[in-house]
């Protein structure tokens, strides 16, 4: 005697499946890992610490 299945959990089921593999490439190809973003952020927050140290407190005006 076969088995019997519902066919509406199969379909939702492999394509399920089917999602979750189409994902986890996309992780793999698209990703950066926590220590990438970690990193970026850091230089980042040091650009932007660097920047605000030359700028001038007169905002730039040249007749001040």
Avoid: P, V
């Avoid at 005697?1 to 994902?23: C, H, T």
């Avoid at 850091?42 to 932007?48: G, K, Q, S, V």
């Amino acid at each position: 005697m076969a088995e019997i299945i519902n066919l509406r959990r199969a379909r939702k089921s492999r394509a399920r499946a089917a999602s979750e593999k189409l994902a986890a490439e996309n992780r793999t190809r698209f990703g950066t890992s926590k220590q990438d973003k970690d990193l970026e952020t850091a230089r980042r927050t040091l650009a932007d610490r660097r920047l605000e140290d030359h700028r001038r407190e007169n905002g730039g005006d040249a007749d001040s």
